[in-house]
């Protein structure tokens, strides 16, 4: 048995090394690939949680390596926040859903609302705000269309500088939103500080609300003190009608998950704006 026990560590101890090796490999990889054209973004509707009307889309990244195929986010965006290649991504991506935003605007079936995911790592930076600005202008978009998604932890260990940031951003015009709420910080103090238009009530807890009383009660809470504080909100990774049932019954205006599409290509993004809403 000792002889197993042993085995098993030394099992493990290669493991563990393997993957260090292979996170080591993807942040090499992840160098120029920007540049070598292998980033997609994809596109996941949100919809009006009483209609199934898409009201806005949340673009999504996805990687086409050359050799491992399609990578998902949670394999490289980790890595890419440490090496800091997620600031050239990030550029590209910001870049990238503006230019489809344009090309849905000039069809005419642009969503209310387009929204970007945004790292710690990228708002950072001291050319983050003039980098945006130069791709709204690039593709001649202003800035009401565009929602800009933190997470609490950035919100939460924001500087200054930061902080007045994404201030000077609201102010633009742009919108900005909280993803993951409620898994974070356990502190709402930010919200008596922070203007933020739109909570996004994380997939961990909407996962659980039909079969486990605590998250029912939390995401209800969450619900209230959205609509008391006069925030928008939308519930992410709603994979079931009992689940969008109790959002519902609720009051959560807007839902996003599987349950009414996964994430598309710009292809079928654009079918989906055409119906404009979710048989
Ligand atoms: P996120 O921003 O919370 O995005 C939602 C994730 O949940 C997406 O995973 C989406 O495909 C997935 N999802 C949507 N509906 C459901 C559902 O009903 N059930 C389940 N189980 N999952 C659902 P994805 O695309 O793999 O992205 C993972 C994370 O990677 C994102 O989480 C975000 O943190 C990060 N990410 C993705 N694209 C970007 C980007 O362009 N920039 C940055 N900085 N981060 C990104
Ligand atoms: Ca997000
Ligand atoms: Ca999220």
Known sequence: AKEDGRNCVRLHDSRLADQTRERVRI???LRGATTRGEFELYYQPQVDILTGRIDGLEALVRWNHPVRGLVPPSSFVPIAERTGAIVPLGGWVFGEACRQLRVWKDLGIAPKSLAINVSALQCRQPTFERDIEASLKTWDLTPDG???ELTET???????HQRSVVERLRQLGFKIAIDDFGTGYSSLNYLT???VDRLKIAQQLVFQVTNDR???TVVRAAIHLARDLDIEMIAEGVETLAQATFLSNEGCPKAQGYYYSRPVTAQQATDL???GRIS
């Open 154 to 160: 950035v919100l939460m260990e924001a500087t200054q």
């Open 27 to 29: 942040g090499e990889e």
């Open 193 to 195: 500080t922070y203007p």
């Open 146 to 148: 565009i929602e800009i």
């Open 273 to 275: 704006l055409r119906a």
């Open 214 to 216: 605590r998250h029912a």
